[in-house]
């Protein structure tokens, strides 16, 4: 009885995560009413959940089923031959494992992953390592949806911004709408005994600007944190599920907030997943536009630039102005007040 309350709440939790239909965007006519429609249900979207779905977000069927049939082909691959490509420090492709956060319960962190970098994604020169005797349509499946990723990731920044009611005042956030690059991140699940005991990815925050997960159609696992719940996302595969990310945070000074997520392993199939990540330019100041910095609402954040944080310099985006909390990264103390506070680029 309990236990069917409990999953009935569940559930419903997981319903409420907003839905939002940019197919008003699409054609060649726009209307300006649902346009606007759409980037109040996107700013309320990042406000209150730091989480939503995207449908009809314009990247084609094709596209994702291509890319995803072709990045399954490397987790089949032998265990050898999937590390030649191990990534290595600096470089943004390549393969890695899932470990994010040094865990401290002794779970097995129970993902790999192979990343992309965008735009350069290096998806040729990884394929020769994995198939020598080639692999027809595995670096342009890649890069298409990569493309595609970054396209769409620039149209929803886009209209975050627009969301954010700054009244035509851009000059802060300009930088932001028209270069970025990023990271296409490729995470495979198998399948887990242990699935409560064994973590997918852990609990964090996406150190980015952006993120957008393709999670499939069938094997659900994202979870999001929604006033002190996880609530599952569930799987969908016409949706793209945009994360807001630490960067956006910083430099709306809370007013859209990065949400804490995590991955959970399934006990009985392995579970793909497609994540773009959305980075800031490279060496701009990083920090909160002015329209949300007063004498009462002071900037919360240090302001850095990525090329500091890519560096190593900053080892924590959320670090509070004030000081009193420092992370560092992985494998070096904790000092952590609080799991919402976690945040990771994963590129370690
Ligand atoms: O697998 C997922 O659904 C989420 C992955 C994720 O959070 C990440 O790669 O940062
Ligand atoms: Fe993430």
Redesign the pocket.
């Known amino acids: 009885m309990e236990g069917s309350r409990h999953e009935q709440q569940k559930q419903s939790l997981s319903d409420l995560i907003p839905v939002i239909d940019l197919a008003a965007l699409n054609g060649d006519h726009i209307d300006e009413f649902e346009r606007r429609r759409i980037i109040t249900e996107i700013a309320h979207a990042c406000k209150t959940w730091g989480a939503f779905q995207l449908v009809n977000h314009g990247i084609q069927p094709h596209v994702i089923e291509r890319a995803r049939a072709k990045a399954c082909g490397v987790f089949e691959l032998p265990n050898e031959t999937r590390w030649k490509a191990k990534r290595s420090p600096g470089s943004l492709s390549g393969y890695g494992n899932g470990a994010v956060i040094a865990d401290a319960v002794n779970n097995e962190i129970a993902s790999e992953a192979i990343t992309f970098g965008y735009p350069n994604s290096e998806a040729d020169v990884i394929a020769s390592i994995f198939w020598p005797r080639g692999n027809p349509g595995f670096s342009a499946s890649i890069d298409d949806y990569n493309e595609e990723s970054h396209e769409l990731a620039l149209k929803v920044v886009r209209l975050m911004v627009e969301g954010l009611e700054l009244h035509g005042n851009l000059a802060h956030f300009q930088p932001y709408l028209t270069e970025h690059f990023g990271v296409l ?1 490729i ?1 495979n699940y198998p399948a887990s005994e242990h699935p409560t005991r064994d973590i ?2 852990p609990p964090h925050i ?1 150190d980015t600007l952006l ?1 957008i ?1 393709h ?1 499939g159609c069938e094997v659900e ?2 979870q999001v944190k929604k006033d002190g719940q996880w609530v599952t996302v569930p799987p969908r595969g016409d949706v793209m599920v945009v994360l807001v990310a630490a960067v956006c945070q910083v430099i709306t000074n809370d007013n859209y907030k990065a949400v804490l ?1 995590r ?1 959970v392993p399934n006990r009985d199939k392995a579970r793909l ?1 497609m ?1 773009y990540s959305a980075y800031p330019p490279a060496n701009i100041f990083i920090t909160a536009a002015p329209e949300f910095v007063s004498p009462a609402h002071p900037p919360l954040y240090k302001p850095f630039t990525w090329s500091e944080y890519l560096s190593g310099q900053v080892t924590h985006i959320l670090n509070p102005i004030d000081g009193l909390q420092t992370v560092e990264r992985e494998g070096e103390t904790q000092n952590q007040t609080s799991e919402s506070s976690e945040s990771s680029s ?1 590129l370690d």
Do not use: C, E, P
């Open positions: 991140r995470n997918g990815l996406d993120t997960v999670q696992g994202l997520h991955a997943s994540v994963k």
